[in-house]
Every structure is written in C-alpha cells, then in structure tokens.
C-alpha cells in the first residue's frame, strides 16, 4: 500500500484538502495531525461569540473530529503536533501531548500550520488580562475574562479587521473601549477613504481612538491596569493586542522548504512547494495576486479553504489548479460595512508597473424616493494607461458586498468602461438605476478621459 | 447654425442623451419633444407608489422639466408628440396638445419612444376599474381608483414583474389578490426554480394563484365586477392587466427605419438605426445580448439609460459604444428578491448553438452559527462543451442582489471553473466562507465534470 496523504493542520486549508481528498479517492488514506483540540472552526467567528451573537464556541465548528473520522473516513489525530519533516525519506515527525514520537512516512504531504498572531515586545504581555486572538482556546479565555472580571475598558492594540471587530464586541458587552493604531489610519488594506468613514463611526459609538499612537507595553500588579504610551498611560482593564499575523512556516523553513518574497511558504499554481510532493495551503502559503500576478499572503479563509480543496483534488489524481486571491475583504464595524478587493494602495500599483489613477464617491444603495436610500461610500482604482480596473474599496451601512461585482471585474480584467456597462440589476427595493459601482465607474472614466486630453 | 439635436421621448433613454449630450457640448442645441407632462420619471417606482411605500407620484421624477430646461439648458417641450419622421429632409413633424402641426429640422435625432403595455382583445377591456400600469398618469388612476371605490379584491391579468409587484401592492393596501397567469408559472424569465419558490411564495402571503389560466374578458355594468376564464368566473373589484410590452415602433416604421429580429427597432453597436443620423435606444429599440451576440429586446431602466447617455455621448461628437445587455433583472416579491441575468432557458440558449447544463441549489447567505443565515435558492446554468457561464437566477429573502456577481461573469465569459475561483467577500455577517454563488459554481463544475466521464 502507498504512503498516506498527511497534512500538517487541522483547520480550513487541511480539513478541506483531507475531506476533498477521500470524497475524490476514498481508497486513499488520509492522516491529519492537529496539535491542539480544535478542528475545522471558524475563526472569523470567534469575535461575534466574545460579543454574544454566537451562543456556543462549539457553534463555529463547522465538521466534528467525530464527523471527519466516522463519516468522512480521515485518520484525525488531535493533539498530535508534527515537529518536523525529511523531504528524503519523505517522513514527518510527530510528537503528542503526551510527550510521545513518532515516524510518520508520506506519499504527499500538505504543510497546512496556519498563521499566529503578532506578539510585539511589549512590557508586560504576560500580565492577567492581555490577550491576542488567534485560538479558540483564546477566545474562550477572553470570554470567561469578561464574565468572570467584569472589566469596565479595554484597551485594542491595532485597528485591523481583530481590533475593528472586537471594538464592537466588546462594546457590546458593556466595556468602554480605546483602540489604539501606531498608523495615521486604521484598516489598512481599505484605503483612507474607507478607513476615515470607519473612524468617525467607530467614534461615534464610543470607542476612543487614538491615532499614530505607538503602545509601549503594559503596567500592573498581577492583572493589566494601564496602557503604557510614549508620553502618557490609559488605564485599562482588558487589553486585546491585535497587529496581524506571522505565517507559521518554521517546520517547513527547517526542511529546507522555500519561502517566497512576503516570507510565507512559496507555492506554484497547484500549491507545490520547492519540494517534492510537498504542498502548502491556508494562512502560512503565499498565494498569487490576480492582480500583479506575484506571490501575496493573504491570510483569509476563502483562500484557505479553496487551495486545500485543490489540493486534495490534485493529491487524489487529479491536477487542479487552486486559483488566486484578489485580496477580496469584508468587516463588520459596528452598523457599517467595509470591503476590499484587488490593489487600492498607490504605491503598491506602481510597484507592480500600474499607473493608479482612483476616484472615492459617495452613492444611495436605493433610489432617493424609495425607504432605506443609504449612502455607499466607494473606492474605485484604475490604471491609466489600460484602463484596468486594479481594485475597489466600499463602506457603508448598507450594500458593501457588492463588492463581489468588483472582485469578479478585477478578476476577468475588465476596463473601467466595461465596469461601466455591465448590465447589473436594477429594481427600487434593490438598487437604483445606476448601482453605485457604475456610478464609481462612470465618474473614474470621466476622470480617466479628462486627464487623457490634459 | 447646425439643426439641432432631435430627441423624441423624454423618459430614460431620451433624457439621459439630452443631459450628456448637453454636457459634453454645451453648444449643441438639444431638444426634447414628450407627448405627455411626465418626463424622466422611474416607472419602476409605481407599484411602490401605490403600495403607499412613495407618498407623491412626483417623488418618482429624478429631474423635473424646469430643472432640463434651466439648469441643463434642454429645449424640454411636453405635450409635443412627433408623428412623423422625414428622413430625406431631416425633419420630424410635431403635433401639439392643442392640435398645432409644425416640422422640426435635426441634425440628429434619437428615437426613444419608449413602450406600451399590451392590450390583449379581451371583452370589458374598457370598463371601469381594468387597468394597465405602464404610465404616471396609469399609476395616479389605480391609486385614485383604490381611494374611492375601496375594493374588496382585486384580479391581475399576468404573473410577470408587474402583475407580482401589484400583487404585493394590493395586498399591502388590503385587497385580496388573485392572480392569472396564461403560463405554467409565473416569472417566465427566470426559470422554473425561481418561478416555483415565488410562487409558494405568493401563496402563502394569501395570493390565489390560477396558473394555465387564460382569461378571457371582464364582465360588469359600469365597473368591472367579474373575471371571465373559459369555464368560470371570479368576482372582482379591480383588474390590473399586466401581460408585457409592446414597443413603439409605428413611426420609425413608417419612416423606413429597420426594425429587428424583436420587432423592436434595431441598432448597431452606437445605437444608430438603419437610417443616416437617426439613433434608437430604449424600450422601443433592440440591443446585442452579451451571451448570444444576437439582437435582443429587454425594455429595462438601465439599458435605456446607458444607451441614452451613450448616444448623447456619440452626438455630441465622441463615438461611444451602448454596450450590450444581459437581461439581467430584480424583482421584489413580498419578502422574496428574485433575480437573473444571461440565458437561462435551455430552448434560447440551444438556439444560439450552446448545450446548457445546469443546477439549482440552496446555500445559505450567511454561516450557519450566524443570526440570520437563509437560504438563497440558486439556478446556474453554463455551456457543456465551453463551460462558459451563461447564466443564473436566484430568490431569497435576502441576497438576490449577488446575481451581479453572476452578470459581471457573464460579460466577462467566465467559465464554471473561473466563476468558483473567485475570491468573494467573507465575512459572518456578510456570507458563508463559500458565498452562495461559488457553492453553485462547485456543483455545477462537478457535474460537468462527471458527464464528462460518460
């Protein structure tokens, strides 16, 4: 019998790739080690649990451990961490909780370890009190912190899509929250259009937000009492540090597995890394830009989930390719939404051989005479010398997932013009005549056009 | 100095023409000739209006006449009607309301006369209480005619979008509606998945619904009271007859302007018809299906408006193509939104030479542990040979308006396979992690696949 398909990492790039796997070949054997409990969970969920939306942490499992082993026949081994990987007798090494290890050989393997969150070297991070989010474990930590402490204000370090979501959250829950963003904007891939709409509702709500504000570390006795800043300090009695993250690739790394240029696991179109047999998927892989057509790491679950179902079609016989990202993005922030998709950053277009030329307009989700007309606030970025469509930012109340419409523009390459004249859907309850991304789209043609005759 | 810019019809496509052309070259004389009060008025809006949803007939006007005339500087004349075009001359010859007769030289002239509802040759057609909706002044009649008379129920003639958005505005008003539909189904457009879950739909929202129904007049002494069908007869206060458009075509005919395939007016890639200098756009003119390539006839808002502006681009003196239409299409049902876009119909799409594969599924528009996951039934159908998607159609009580994503790929030619690796917008409040239209882009592109193996 062959050597198993082994994945390294219970989550959305390994469960999909071992689910789709067996679904493809179930002659073949599929062995996952997971070093903690949890499996196939939603992790962008876990904000919406802190906050009370969702009853049960168990709610954001979306397959058992059970499932997956009774009814989907994959050897799923919790607890079970793989320490390291030999490309030349094609083995990983396991270790479990327990303190064993073992062998285990590979036909193919899929390094599916996932991302951490970025823990800067703050004072005090070891204080009662601090966490990061990036664990089901911790955000059930943060959960029964709140319950059991009763925390009045806290403190988010970093104003991402974590600090965005928990501002909310924890807002929620009755705590005076002050976040804090070492930047001159919060949501950082969204553009300032769509991040100053964000901060002025985030302030609003409540939340203090303290701008291009460096958090120096943590003050104390056993819990956390204050925010250290360079000239100041906020009490506190709860801080959430959430700066990003960092691909977990240090086993692969070890192997002598490449990284690509954004220091994640470098992949080719079917999720190969530079060794053989050896796949990567999920938040520790890079991904290639539909864009700028260069390796990106963007780690979000749609990613996660479509390259591991590739991969499990590929490693099952079938050679499939696992597509690319647009850096499509969406956050909730408190009754707004915001998304992203493609290239907004300026400097990033023209690192990538774009002349970006954008417009930001502000149009109803609904005609003026029909009930609930709100305003969308839209980004749209093209290339000047092709027209291109690069990318496209929305916030509002109301209507930020059509920015779908533009991921799939950006996709296919469409032109600002051809943007212009898709046929979208019109009826008062839905849209008005001129769905505000036409509307974006007639006005950076207009642009585009003017600044031709310039 | 040059004849003047001609528009005939101040609606959507005239008025759009008339704004552009004036912006573009503020020189250029413009004039608009309507043969009503109304101009540039969201028909669409009306059962909105009488649903009571709209408080003022007049909140449907976008741009009022004064506004054309002073701000825009349109030479905007109401109650003109051109009965009479002259090619060889260049002149079009107008009828004023109070019966004078003048001709009119242009330079260029824009047909955009729009389209009636069609009257089918039922008895009792003119009784008190039988509507048609296809006019403000129409719509004002309905309202008055529902204040004064107070009736009970209602019958409408036609279960496409009009006869379902006046079934929801009748009920709404406290009537108890039943509905005739000569068909199968309602919603003829957007296929029998779609058609079926409107239905139940409407039902349960208390509509008697007589599907193969074909009515044959109406009975009553002065005012409509009965409904005749071929073997019985329903009492009514009230008929709406809603059966489709025809478009109004009779003086481009007579003037030898080419009609198409439709039998709506036809027109080249600039919206020129078949005569030099005389442009057509539209609910009274054809456009190319962006599936098919062919001719095709969709008498809605944003075709008509696109292609007006696109013509009052192309005289003002910059060649503007119309773009091509998708049939794509909204509709409000109650708490249902249904949509669609591309070809749907397995007959049309074998007509222009594809073989339609497709599938309908529910997904929900939300991750299961979310608060307000439901389920949107999706139809996708694509091409076996291509796996070019040619079109879709969902209903839901929420996410009807992601079928742009589906138009979008349609223009684009996205195949099955292009159309699941998009990467779409998730987060929890948003969408699942695989958006409903991606999970039908996975079913359908695993059953092309496994016809393949046959």
Redesign the interface.
């Given at each position: 019998m062959e050597d198993p398909f082994v994945i390294v990492g219970g989550d959305?790039a390994g469960m999909s790739a071992a689910s789709k796997a067996k679904r493809e070949d179930p002659e073949l054997e599929v062995v996952v080690f997971e070093k903690g409990d949890w499996v196939s969970y939603?992790a962008?969920?876990m904000p919406?649990y802190i906050k009370g939306?969702?009853d049960q942490l168990e709610?954001?499992v979306?397959v058992t451990p059970d499932q997956f082993r009774d009814k989907r026949d994959v050897d799923l081994r919790t607890n079970h961490e793989v320490v390291a990987i030999d490309p030349d007798t094609q083995t990983v090494t396991v270790e479990t909780a327990d303190g064993e290890r073992f062998e285990q050989p590979y036909g193919a393997l899929l390094v599916g370890t996932g991302a951490r969150a970025i823990e800067p070297p703050f004072d005090g991070f070891d204080l009662e009190g601090v966490f990061t989010l990036h664990s089901m474990d911790a955000a059930a930590a943060v959960d029964t912190y709140i319950d059991e402490q009763a925390p009045q204000t806290a403190a988010i370090v970093g104003g991402g899509y974590v600090g965005v979501e928990m501002a909310e959250a924890l807002t929620e829950r009755g705590i005076e929250v002050s976040m804090f963003e070492m930047l001159p904007r919060t949501l950082q891939p969204f553009g300032e259009a769509t991040a100053n709409v964000v901060e002025d509702h985030l302030r609003e709500q409540g939340v203090n937000l303290y701008l291009e504000t460096a958090v120096e570390g943590f003050d104390g006795e056993a819990s956390v009492e204050r925010v250290a800043l360079e000239d100041d300090s906020i009490e506190t009695d709860l801080v959430i540090v959430g700066v990003g993250v960092t691909p977990n690739v240090e086993i692969a790394e070890e192997a002598g597995i490449e990284l690509g240029p954004t220091g994640a696991i470098a992949t080719d179109e079917h999720g190969r890394t530079s060794v053989e047999n050896v796949y990567a998927a999920g938040d520790c892989a890079e991904a290639t830009n539909?864009v700028t057509g260069e390796p990106d790491h963007v780690p979000?679950?749609?990613?996660a989930?479509?390259t591991g179902r590739a991969i499990g079609t590929t490693v099952a016989g079938t050679p499939t390719?696992t597509?690319?990202?647009?850096?499509?993005?969406?956050?909730?922030a408190f009754e707004l939404?915001a998304?992203r998709?493609g290239i907004i950053d300026d400097e990033r277009a023209r690192e990538a051989g774009f002349e970006p030329v954008s417009v930001t307009i502000e149009a109803p989700t609904r005609?003026?005479?029909?009930?609930g007309a709100i305003e969308l606030t839209v980004t749209l970025v093209a290339d000047r010398s092709s027209g291109r469509v690069l990318g496209a930012s929305l916030v509002g109340r109301d209507g930020?997932?059509?920015?779908?419409?533009v991921?799939?523009?950006v996709?296919?390459?469409?032109t600002v013009d051809?943007l212009?004249?898709?046929?979208?859907?019109?009826?008062?309850?839905?849209?008005p005549?001129?769905?505000p991304?036409l509307t974006a789209a007639k006005v950076l043609g207009g642009k585009l056009e003017s600044d031709d005759e310039c």
């Amino acid at each position: 019998m062959e050597d198993p398909f082994v994945i390294v990492g219970g989550d959305a790039a390994g469960m999909s790739a071992a689910s789709k796997a067996k679904r493809e070949d179930p002659e073949l054997e599929v062995v996952v080690f997971e070093k903690g409990d949890w499996v196939s969970y939603a992790a962008c969920g876990m904000p919406y649990y802190i906050k009370g939306t969702v009853d049960q942490l168990e709610d954001l499992v979306a397959v058992t451990p059970d499932q997956f082993r009774d009814k989907r026949d994959v050897d799923l081994r919790t607890n079970h961490e793989v320490v390291a990987i030999d490309p030349d007798t094609q083995t990983v090494t396991v270790e479990t909780a327990d303190g064993e290890r073992f062998e285990q050989p590979y036909g193919a393997l899929l390094v599916g370890t996932g991302a951490r969150a970025i823990e800067p070297p703050f004072d005090g991070f070891d204080l009662e009190g601090v966490f990061t989010l990036h664990s089901m474990d911790a955000a059930a930590a943060v959960d029964t912190y709140i319950d059991e402490q009763a925390p009045q204000t806290a403190a988010i370090v970093g104003g991402g899509y974590v600090g965005v979501e928990m501002a909310e959250a924890l807002t929620e829950r009755g705590i005076e929250v002050s976040m804090f963003e070492m930047l001159p904007r919060t949501l950082q891939p969204f553009g300032e259009a769509t991040a100053n709409v964000v901060e002025d509702h985030l302030r609003e709500q409540g939340v203090n937000l303290y701008l291009e504000t460096a958090v120096e570390g943590f003050d104390g006795e056993a819990s956390v009492e204050r925010v250290a800043l360079e000239d100041d300090s906020i009490e506190t009695d709860l801080v959430i540090v959430g700066v990003g993250v960092t691909p977990n690739v240090e086993i692969a790394e070890e192997a002598g597995i490449e990284l690509g240029p954004t220091g994640a696991i470098a992949t080719d179109e079917h999720g190969r890394t530079s060794v053989e047999n050896v796949y990567a998927a999920g938040d520790c892989a890079e991904a290639t830009n539909v864009v700028t057509g260069e390796p990106d790491h963007v780690p979000l679950a749609l990613t996660a989930n479509r390259t591991g179902r590739a991969i499990g079609t590929t490693v099952a016989g079938t050679p499939t390719e696992t597509g690319g990202t647009a850096g499509t993005a969406i956050v909730k922030a408190f009754e707004l939404g915001a998304a992203r998709t493609g290239i907004i950053d300026d400097e990033r277009a023209r690192e990538a051989g774009f002349e970006p030329v954008s417009v930001t307009i502000e149009a109803p989700t609904r005609p003026h005479y029909y009930p609930g007309a709100i305003e969308l606030t839209v980004t749209l970025v093209a290339d000047r010398s092709s027209g291109r469509v690069l990318g496209a930012s929305l916030v509002g109340r109301d209507g930020a997932k059509r920015i779908d419409t533009v991921a799939t523009a950006v996709h296919s390459g469409l032109t600002v013009d051809e943007l212009e004249n898709l046929d979208l859907a019109y009826a008062p309850p839905f849209s008005p005549v001129w769905d505000p991304i036409l509307t974006a789209a007639k006005v950076l043609g207009g642009k585009l056009e003017s600044d031709d005759e310039c």
